[in-house]
């Protein structure tokens, strides 16, 4: 070969080595900047907590200011979420489409929910599921509202399988009277590409409460819990009716569940107090999974997915030691992306904020305050 081909051929090698490393060391050091971002931006959001909760247990005027400084990504609060959230877009450091909780405080790594309304319904969905929810009245006109009537199906975007819900209801303390009344039911706040989505159904029964449903970034399940301000010692009974698979139910441990052909629907309790566990027939060829538990930390996760059974029990003791999920209980081949959103969220049920704000990178300084009741003001300067 020619010697100065031969040269030009070595230095095309050294050259093209020099950019792999060059943007290999690149990746780490965007990598190790966003992690150290993150872990300052959650011991902020975690004073934040903290200064919160303090202002809600002192009563009417306490008040707490907090000094912050945020090196780049955006702080935005929500007064129709009640949450406080933080996102930045960088590399993944955390598994794509997972999530982690602690405390008030949830991680989140990507953001593919999408929550609207079409017609009748309110829908959430992310890359593996969609759930239609009944779309009942507002929070300026209550109706009639049944909360059998709250979950109408899933779909399982992975394949053609459809889980019909058939009954969903909420009864408290074992009166089902409380299953119904007037009410309304709403999206909280409305998205594309974003970290989780919240569907909300106000009751006023003889006894009043909420009930919230989450969807997660990459979730193949719903968190459901039930918060009720006048009733905290109540029991919270739980019904899942629908349209089984063809396979029969199973029950693994105090979990229920239906699958065949690898297609999968339970539902998961992951509160604090459990009291009942059943299942049973309902109409003519109907299922009914009913949880019963104590209204305090209560929680349950609505699965539907494509799963094998041995997949499925390997994830319970996480589910049961960590109450959430941070993967999904399927089988999926997921793509991972260079750069994702990264997410850190406070969600509260027991504080109303009083109004939404958001800001950006720099020095800044938080103002807490209560204004009364459960009234939390917050404020930036």
């Known amino acids: 070969m020619n010697p100065i081909v031969s040269t030009m051929f070595i230095a095309l090698f050294v050259i093209g080595a020099l950019v792999l490393v060059t943007n290999f060391a690149t990746d780490i050091l965007e990598k190790s900047r966003i992690t150290h971002n993150i872990m300052e931006i959650e011991e902020i959001m975690k004073s934040i907590d903290i200064s919160i909760k303090q202002v809600y247990q002192e009563g009417n005027g306490s008040i707490r200011k907090i000094p912050i400084f945020v090196p780049e990504g955006e702080f935005v609060v929500d007064r129709n979420e009640n949450s406080i959230k933080y996102s930045i877009e960088g590399p993944v450091i955390y598994e794509y489409l997972s999530r982690s909780e602690e405390g008030d405080l949830f991680r989140i790594s990507g953001a593919d929910v999408k929550c609207y309304t079409n017609g009748s319904y309110l829908i959430m969905e992310n890359s593996f599921i969609r759930v239609y929810f009944s779309k009942v009245g507002s929070s300026s006109l209550w109706s009639p509202i049944n909360t059998a009537n709250n979950i109408e199906k899933i779909e ?120 009942e566990i059943d299942n049973e027939g309902y109409g003519a060829s109907d299922q009914l999974f009913t949880i019963k538990q104590d209204l305090l930390d209560n929680r349950v996760l609505i699965v539907a997915t494509n799963s094998s059974l041995s997949n499925f029990e390997e994830k319970i003791p996480t589910v049961k030691s960590e109450k959430i999920l941070s993967t999904r209980f399927g089988n999926f081949d997921i793509d991972e ?45």
């Not at 998205?191 to 009043?208: A, D, L």
């Not at 989450?214 to 301000?229: K, M, N, P, R, T």
């Not at 504080?351 to 950006?360: A, C, D, E, V, Y």
């Open 156 to 275: 399982l975007l992975k394949s053609s399988a459809t889980i019909n819900i058939t009954n969903s209801s909420v009864i408290l303390d074992d009166d089902t009277s409380t299953s119904s009344g007037n009410g309304y039911s709403q999206i909280l706040k409305d998205g594309e590409k974003v970290p989780y989505c919240i569907t909300y159904f106000f009751i006023n029964s003889t006894r009043q409460y909420e009930i919230k449903y989450i969807l997660f970034a990459g979730a193949d399940f719903i968190v459901q819990e039930v918060i009720s301000d006048e009733c905290k010692g109540c029991l919270v009974t739980e019904n899942f009716a629908f349209s089984p698979l063809e396979g029969s139910q199973t029950k693994k441990g105090d979990v229920y569940l239906s699958s065949y052909n690898n297609t999968l629907f339970s539902v998961v309790f992951t509160g604090s107090y459990l009291r």
């Open 337 to 381: 992306p260079q750069k994702t959103k990264i997410s850190l969220a406070l969600i509260y049920d027991y504080i109303n904020i009083t109004k939404s704000l958001r800001w950006g990178s720099g020095s800044h300084t938080l103002t807490i305050k209560n204004l009364g009741g459960n009234n939390i003001e917050i404020s930036i300067s």
